[in-house]
């Protein structure tokens, strides 16, 4: 992005894209949650979230909700020796509420976007 000044309906659009590619690692980690490698993936996408998030302030309160909800992931992480499962929903739930919010703010039906897109659920 250096150099390059992007509107906010494309950065919204890359926000929630980079969301849906942290949520799906983060269920893989959520399998397998001590892989240090996928780990350091999932941080390094979160670094990259964080770009968008302070990019884009009318998305802000969707943002805060996915800080705080990992921060309390992290958190319990440190704290236990087993994956805090009521947690980590809690902060996928936040993630997929941010995702939804930049696909209203683009215009967009979330669940018609996701089956756009070959993600829909099959049901």
Not at 8 to 13: A, E, I, M
Not at 91 to 118: S, T, Y
Request: contains cysteine; aromatic residues 6%.
């Amino acid at each position: 992005m250096q150099g390059k000044v992007l509107s906010p309906r494309v950065l919204t659009f890359k926000f929630a894209a980079a969301l849906d590619n942290y949520e799906l690692d983060l269920r893989q980690l959520a399998q397998g949650w001590r892989d240090p490698v996928l780990f350091r993936r999932v941080q390094g996408q979160f670094n990259e979230l964080r770009k968008f998030g302070a990019s884009l302030p009318r998305l802000s309160v969707n943002w805060v909700a996915v800080l705080v909800s990992r921060a309390r992931l992290l958190q319990e992480l440190l704290e236990s020796a087993e994956l805090p499962l009521p947690t980590l929903q809690e902060h996928l739930a936040a993630v997929e509420g941010l995702r939804c919010r930049c696909l209203r703010v683009l215009g967009l039906e979330p669940q018609a976007a996701r089956e756009a897109a070959g993600l829909g659920s099959a049901g």
